[in-house]
T-cell receptor, first 112, second 117 residues
Framework: SQQGEEDPQALSIQEGENATMNCSYKTSINNLQWYRQNSGRGLVHLILIRSNEREKHSGRLRVTLDTSKKSSSLLITASRAADTASYFCATDANSGNTPLVFGKGTRLSVIA | EAQVTQNPRYLITVTGKKLTVTCSQNMNHEYMSWYRQDPGLGLRQIYYSMNVEVTDKGDVPEGYKVSRKEKRNFPLILESPSPNQTSLYFC????????????????FGEGSRLTVL
C-alpha cells in the first residue's frame, strides 16, 4: 500500500527557531493529515488538508500541499521545548477502500 | 470528555495465552481501527470497522481477530499470541470512513504496550 515518507527522520533545533518537516507520497489522495505523538503516547491530530487545498494554517502550524509533486510540508514556527515529539503524515488514498496510511515519522527535538 | 479508552495499558503475557485488548469510544463514531507501532516500521493497520457488524482486514491482520457488536466498542483479540506480536497497539476512531476514501480526523487511545514472552 502507498505510504507517506517523512523527511528528515530526525531534526534538532533551538527553541525559537522554525521546524520544517516534509512528507512525500506515491499515489493520488483525498486528503493528507499530520499527527503528533509524544513519546509512547497516543497520536494527536494536528491538521487535515484536502487535495484541492494548497495551504492551511492552525496557530503556529502551517501545512502546504503540492499534489503535482506529491508532497506536503509541516512548518512549526517559533518552536518551543514542548513541541518535542514525533510528527507523522497520513495519506487517504483516492482509490478503492484503502486505509489511512501513516509514514514512519520525523522525530523533532527542540532544545531550550 | 471525548476520548478513546484502551485497556490494559500494559500487559506481559506468554505465548499461546489468549488475550483481549478492549477499546471504547464515547463520540458515537462509525469508524474504528486498530494499529500496531513498531520501531522503524511506523504505524500499521491491523483491522478496521466502518460500522456495527462491519469489519475488514488492514495491512497486518494475521494472528488477530476483532468484533464490532456495538458502535462504541471494538476489541482486539489475540487467540494465540506469539513473540512477534510484541508491540505498542493503538485503537482509533473517526466520525466517518466512506467507501472509496476520505477518512476524517482520527482520535487515538493512549496505547497498549503488549509483551509476549
Amino acid at each position: 500500500s502507498q505510504q507517506g515518507e517523512e523527511d528528515p527522520q530526525a531534526l534538532s533545533i533551538q527553541e525559537g527557531e522554525n521546524a520544517t518537516m516534509n512528507c512525500s507520497y506515491k499515489t493520488s489522495i483525498n486528503n493528507l493529515q499530520w499527527y503528533r505523538q509524544n513519546s509512547g503516547r497516543g497520536l494527536v491530530h494536528l491538521i487535515l488538508i484536502r487535495s484541492n487545498e494548497r495551504e492551511k494554517h492552525s496557530g503556529r502550524l502551517r501545512v502546504t500541499l503540492d499534489t503535482s509533486k506529491k508532497s506536503s510540508s509541516l512548518l512549526i514556527t517559533a518552536s518551543r521545548a514542548a513541541d518535542t515529539a514525533s510528527y507523522f503524515c497520513a495519506t487517504d488514498a483516492n482509490s478503492g477502500n484503502t486505509p489511512l496510511v501513516f509514514g514512519k515519522g520525523t522525530r523533532l527535538s527542540v532544545i531550550a | 470528555e471525548a476520548q478513546v479508552t484502551q485497556n490494559p495499558r500494559y500487559l506481559i503475557t506468554v505465548t499461546g495465552k489468549k488475550l483481549t485488548v478492549t477499546c471504547s469510544q464515547n463520540m458515537n463514531h462509525e469508524y474504528m481501527s486498530w494499529y500496531r507501532q513498531d520501531p522503524g516500521l511506523g504505524l500499521r493497520q491491523i483491522y478496521y470497522s466502518m460500522n456495527v457488524e462491519v469489519t475488514d482486514k488492514g495491512d497486518v491482520p494475521e494472528g488477530y481477530k476483532v468484533s464490532r457488536k456495538e458502535k462504541r466498542n471494538f476489541p482486539l483479540i489475540l487467540e494465540s499470541p506469539s513473540p512477534n506480536q510484541t508491540s505498542l497497539y493503538f485503537c482509533a476512531s473517526s466520525l466517518r470512513r466512506l467507501a472509496g476514501g476520505n477518512t476524517g480526523e482520527l482520535f487515538f487511545g493512549e496505547g497498549s504496550r503488549l509483551t509476549v514472552l
